[in-house]
């Protein structure tokens, strides 16, 4: 006789503030191991994959924000990305570089400020690096708001998309032409390799920034625009205004991105173009539109897939990562439309519950097949 | 001729085109309100078919034969891989939820399959077939895809008007509901909108073809064939028939002027900026019509 095993939800659980504590520090020990690990390593690919993944963890995050919690697609954010990645470039080529210049050789400041020989960075390396991203984020972040103001009231839905993907193209196209020679005068021994931790940290820090924002009054503000404009609106909410605000702080953080992908290694103005938008947007459909722990898993995930599986693959596949990201955008659209996550943020009680879950998964298998060998 | 010319010229030519595809596009709109970001793939399938079919007849059967062979094929390959999309990848999405991000996801993953596929199997360049030898001068051609687009939009309209799937399609895009009510058939009008969206796109794959005697890389796909005719579609009025024609027009001399008076490079500036400036200042497009905001 078989025994239909009742299926029983695990109960949402409440952990106490003293877990909470110490579970928190646990995992910032972990983190921090691994950060360590991942900078002694000997490997020259694994600190690169990693700045990778914290690059476009942040601008994929800051894509969520528009499209998870705001509710709107956009599919120009490459183009954001990208007057980042110029603003900074133009700073270090044209500012920082010759102001270094009287006083030391070319190479002396590449030594400086990339650190092509030894593993350290420099004090003012890390400072011109900081300060060049932050400036980046800024004017990216104003570009972001005068397009927000031309564009978010007038325009919803598939319009904004559409036109967000012209401006995107637009700005490629304005840089591809206005800056003729690409970015090839910034050496390609500039690559910034050795240290993991300067990513990771502004990484961490947009987290946390992005957290405080969603939770804030505007960030409630935007989530009850997401799920319906005209109640918000009515209940006394600036749609308009803080639409714009979410655009202008996405905008911001996908300039930071950019601003740091300069320091990571010399690009081409087409790389930013759709299929970076579109690469951002799989990340977070992926992870679940509105949730940035999920972002935060699928981004690495994908980056992973990128350089360690594909490269094992034929040629002409790992050529076409296209191919395999159709078909994983189709089959998270199929088969589980809220991606990863959901809208669900990772919290200690949503850990916790989600242990219990596992545990009670593994003892209905478990049971089911004692009760097997019973019967 | 002088740049004046040239421009319009290749200018009435390449619109005439991006008419026919974005004719592709606002079809689909009009009826399920969803931007078809893989029409230019299926553009490449109808593009793809015709290469091979003509490659394989060349010397077996006169020009005419293979023409029609060809055309036909590339036809029928077009509409089985649109109808298999809509059934498989559309359809699902579209009863399980009428939120308006998914359905454009789902298309765009569409899209990247195909492409990736086409670019596996063929990356290189390939030379059209020439399927019209009497069409030797840029005017000939000129008059040739004008009579080709206008012979489609006519056609189109008297389908939509006068036939009564015509009117019960139009029934489909004003009212999903009330049209079931009325006993039509959804799902049928659904997919014989995406079939006669296919046959647009095999013909536009020829029309294609026969503009561009350099031919077409199937990695070109959505960016060259699809993007600029899709924002074509866009200025015209997405969703409207004659709006789809006037905006690839447009777009069309745009960009060839663009060329014609050594801009070329400043072409995509063009493009997207008119389409920036016309969604600001009309979103609903030229011809559009707007559409009021429901509660």
Sequence with gaps: ?375 | MSQFTTGLVNGVSIGAVFALIALGYTMIYGIVKMINFAHGEFIVVGGFTMYGMNKLLVSKVPLWANATISIITAIVACVVVVLITERLAYRPLRKRDNNRINPLITAIGVSYILYGIFNLIQSSQLKPPAFFPFLETRVDKMIFLLAVTTLCLVLLTLFYQKTKLGIATRAVSENADAAKLMGINNDFTIALTFALAAIMAAISALLFYTYNDTGMKFSDGTLLIGLIPFAAAVVGGIGSLPGAVVGGFIIGMVQEMAAAFGLSKWQVLFIYGILVLVLLLKPSGIVGRKEGEKV
Aim: glycine share 10%; proline share 3%; net charge positive.
């Design chain 1, 1 to 375: 006789m078989k025994n239909k095993i009742k299926k029983t939800q695990a109960p949402k659980k409440h952990v106490s503030k003293k877990t909470q504590l110490i579970s928190t520090i646990v995992a910032i020990v972990l983190f921090a191991v691994v950060s360590v690990l991942i900078d002694g390593s000997s490997s020259l690919m694994l600190p690169k994959v990693f700045n990778k993944i914290c690059i476009f963890s942040i601008a994929a995050l800051s894509l969520n924000l528009v499209c998870g919690n705001l509710g709107e697609l956009v599919l120009g954010h490459g183009g954001f990305v990208l007057i980042g990645y110029v603003v900074s470039y133009l700073l270090t080529n044209y500012v920082i570089f010759p102001a270094l210049q009287d006083s030391m050789a070319m190479s002396e400041i590449y030594n400086v400020i990339y650190n092509v020989h030894g593993s350290e960075l420099h004090a003012a390396g890390y400072a011109i690096i900081i300060g060049n991203a932050i400036i980046a984020a800024l004017i990216t972040a104003v570009f972001g708001y005068i397009v927000g103001v031309i564009v978010l009231g007038r325009l919803k839905g598939d319009y904004l998309a559409i036109v967000t993907l012209g401006f995107g193209l637009v700005f490629v196209c304005l840089v591809q032409n206005l800056i003729p020679n690409g970015f090839t005068s910034l050496n390609s021994s500039s690559k910034l390799t050795g240290t993991p931790m300067l990513f990771a940290g502004f990484l961490v820090l947009t987290v946390f920034l992005l957290t405080m924002f969603i939770k804030s009054r505007f960030g409630r503000g935007i989530i009850a625009i997401r799920e319906d404009a005209i109640a918000a609106e009515s209940s006394g909410i600036p749609v308009n205004k803080y639409k714009i605000l979410a655009f202008t702080v996405s905008a911001f953080f996908a300039g930071l991105a950019g601003g740091l992908y300069c320091h990571f290694g010399p690009q081409t103005a087409v790389q930013f173009n759709q299929d970076l938008s579109i690469l951002l947007l799989l990340y977070i459909v992926l992870g679940g539109l509105g949730s940035f722990t999920g972002t935060l898993i699928a981004t690495p995930l994908l980056e992973i897939l990128n350089s360690y599986v594909l490269v094992v693959l034929p040629a002409s596949f790992s050529n076409n990562p296209k191919i395999i990201y159709g078909i994983l955008l189709i089959c998270i659209m199929l088969f589980k439309n809220k991606g990863i996550m959901g809208t669900n943020e990772f919290g200690w009680d949503w850990f916790y519950t989600l242990l219990d879950k596992i545990k009670l998964f593994f003892k209905r298998v478990f049971k089911k097949r004692k009760s097997e060998v019973a019967s």
